[in-house]
């Protein structure tokens, strides 16, 4: 059997935090090596904290990653970000295609592929969002959507450096419901087949995380489920003391 990826536990902190909020990633910091020896922490704060968290992580195993990017590396877009301004603040990975934006902001497959190659461009892993709605798991179209989501928005000449999959349930999110964990392994195992198919080797090398109402107490049930490679958590990555709780999954 082939080795299974390196496990990333990644937090979406979303539009929360303020600049007294680096005392909670220094508490990250501190446990961070206890738990590094078996998985890749990384924190995306919102985009103004964003150059002071990668100058206080360097030299420590925690990475900081950004929540949006623009496709463009630069032009008349007022209040927009380049991947390249990101990366330029120290981030090293970029989230993109999350369901809040695809929601609140009416992005398509075809706009988070474009912002995937940007984050390409400028040298950062893109960290792409799927996953269904209630009503589309309720009629039973889940791998239908995520085949659409993950055909459209993932682009050709991904590899485990340049491309994280986030299988996200939209129903999941913050609402402290979770699938069981035989649906996460049914869903992850159709996405592991996708990338294989697609990518050939290197897709057996991509990490695919799972998002939705990750807590300390679900996370060893829901991170050992076959073809999940981490989290990407929301609520509970605010709190050092749950993140790194969610983390020590992987010690168990
Ligand atoms: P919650 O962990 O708050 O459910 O959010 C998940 C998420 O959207 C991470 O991107």
């Not at 902190?13 to 590094?36: D, F, Q, Y």
């Not at 990668?54 to 990653?65: D, I, R």
């Not at 998002?211 to 999940?228: D, I, Q, T």
Request: proline letters at 5%; hydrophobic letters at 40%.
């Amino acid at each position: 059997m082939a080795d299974t990826p390196r496990p990333l536990v990644a937090g979406n902190w979303k539009m929360n935090g303020l600049r007294g909020s680096a005392a909670e990633l220094t508490k990250i910091m501190s446990g961070a090596p206890e738990v590094a020896a078996r998985a890749d922490l990384m924190v995306c704060p919102p985009t103004t904290l964003l150059a002071t968290f990668a100058s206080l992580v360097q030299g420590t195993p925690v990475t900081v990653g950004a929540q949006d990017c623009h496709a463009e590396p630069s032009g008349a877009f007022t209040g927009d970000l380049s991947a390249e301004m990101l990366a330029d603040s120290g981030a090293v990975a970029v989230i993109v295609g999350h369901s809040e934006r695809r929601q609140y902001h009416r992005e398509t497959d075809v706009e988070v592929n474009a912002k995937a190659r940007a984050a390409w461009r400028a040298g950062l892993t893109a960290i792409v969002c799927v996953g269904e709605t209630k009503d589309e798991r309720e009629s039973e179209k889940t791998l239908d959507v995520v085949h659409q989501q993950t055909q459209t928005s993932l682009p050709d000449g991904a590899n485990a450096k340049n491309l994280v999959v986030a299988y996200e349930p939209v129903w999941a999110i913050g609402t402290g419901l979770t699938p069981t964990p035989a649906d996460v392994a049914a869903v992850h195992g159709f996405i592991r087949r996708h990338l294989e198919t697609r990518y050939g080797a290197a897709g057996n090398d991509i990490r695919i995380l799972y998002g939705g109402s990750v807590k300390p107490s679900n996370a060893v049930e829901l991170l050992h489920v076959p073809n999940v490679d981490g989290a990407l958590v929301g609520g509970a990555s605010l709190k050092a003391d749950d993140f790194l709780g969610i983390a020590r999954a992987y010690l168990a």
